[in-house]
């Protein structure tokens, strides 16, 4: 397997993009392990996690002897519900687990050794966690699921989740990697790789399809009761739980042009530097624009610093004219007696007026002059 870095971790020591492109591997892997469990069953052959070979003899012991309960033990819709919420506990543990032996194998520049986290904890101790990490110069890898990731071994839906990984290696910039059931996206300040059966493809930075399909757009499921309204801008709007799947698949390695990203936890947000590497750009709800990967990278370090705050919102999209389609849409869904009348609305009137005069951006239209 050819990784996107130089070093092999064991005679030359890896960066941090061989680190987080190791822990994507490994994540996948775990993921494909997980799927076939469902539908093909357990292995025979394969050890069990620590925490299910306790489970295995604590259930042995109770068979013999064991004094009766105080109230009996869970049935029906209630039992169902507590194994499938231990199943994805369970599997969250796992993926987390196998990063970290992952990584326990190899050497990174630092010469320590890498924190790893996502089995344990809520998702802002885990952020607090690595916070620290930075402060005490600690490489430190997060791998946090976006989505549900019950509902994916519930019903197999590859877009129902996904794995955000990011990479802090002292005094290298911060890298992340978008990981769902069928492959790993990764990005950086240099460059993108996508995680193929040949290995990890380079990617151009430039989107794959030319030619976007205008009618489709990717919203939060949050955002489905707006669906009536963003039909007259928008034949084909696509609502997900999981939004970060829904754009690897269909705005970073399909036709749609733009999605609309709820960014929820900073530590669910590999997409968003993901796509910027990728060749898109972002708008962020307070209307800051970032099209280069460093932007991105260095936005994403400062909200997980506590820095800056990160914006509850982001637009995805493969050109500033798309971006731009999709605020004024929203906007207009959202509030619209603060918008004017659609017969007077420009929105589609001058595809080529990407910057306009309405100051989307924060960027006043210039002045017209004779010598223009």
């Avoid at 890898?141 to 197999?156: K, P």
């Avoid at 790789?193 to 205008?214: H, I, K, S």
């Avoid at 589609?348 to 989307?360: M, T």
Wanted: overall charge negative; some cysteine; glycine content about 8%.
């Amino acid at each position: 397997m050819a990784f996107p870095c130089d070093g092999a971790g064991q005679q030359e020591p890896l960066g941090a993009g061989g680190i987080t492109a190791r822990a994507s591997q490994a994540a996948l892997l775990e993921l494909n392990a997980l799927d076939r469990e469902v539908t093909a069953g357990l292995d025979l052959t394969q050890d069990l996690p620590d925490d299910e070979k306790l489970d295995k003899v604590l259930a042995l012991r109770n068979l013999w002897g064991e004094p009766a309960l105080d109230r009996p033990p869970a049935a029906g819709v209630p039992r169902q519900a507590e194994y499938w919420d231990a199943q994805a506990g369970r599997a969250r543990r796992r993926i987390a687990e196998a990063v970290e032996n992952q990584l326990r194998h190899v050497e990174n520049v630092s010469g320590k050794p890498v924190t790893v986290l996502g089995a344990d904890g809520t998702l802002d101790e885990r952020a607090a966690a690595f916070r620290s990490c930075i402060r005490a110069g600690r490489p430190v890898v997060s791998v946090s699921a976006s989505g549900c990731l019950g509902q994916w071994l519930a019903t197999r839906n590859p877009l129902a989740t996904s794995l955000s990984i990011l990479t802090y290696i002292p005094r290298h910039p911060l890298y992340a990697a978008l990981v769902t059931t069928t492959t790993a996206l990764l990005s950086d300040c240099s460059g993108s790789w996508r995680l193929t059966a040949d290995g990890w493809q380079a990617m151009t930075g430039e989107p794959v399809v030319p030619e976007p399909a205008p009618g489709y757009i990717v919203l939060p499921r949050d955002l489905e009761h707006l669906a009536p309204g963003l039909r007259k801008h928008y034949e084909e709007p696509i609502f997900h739980s999981d939004t970060s799947s829904a754009i690897a698949q269909g705005v970073l390695g399909g036709a749609v042009p733009v999605a609309v990203h709820f960014t929820g936890h900073v530590l669910d947000s590999a997409i968003f530097p993901v796509a910027v590497g990728h060749g898109m750009i972002v708008r962020a709800a307070n209307g800051e624009l970032i099209e280069k990967p460093w932007d991105a990278s260095r936005c994403l370090y400062k909200a997980i610093t506590g820095e800056i705050a990160f914006a509850d919102e982001h637009v995805i999209a493969r050109d500033l004219w798309a971006a731009r389609r999709a605020a004024r849409a929203l906007a207009q869904v959202r509030n619209p007696e603060d918008q004017p009348h659609p017969l007077d609305d420009p929105l589609d009137d001058d595809p080529l007026d990407v910057f306009g005069d309405d100051d989307l951006f924060g960027l006043p239209g210039a002045p017209v002059t004779d010598e223009d």
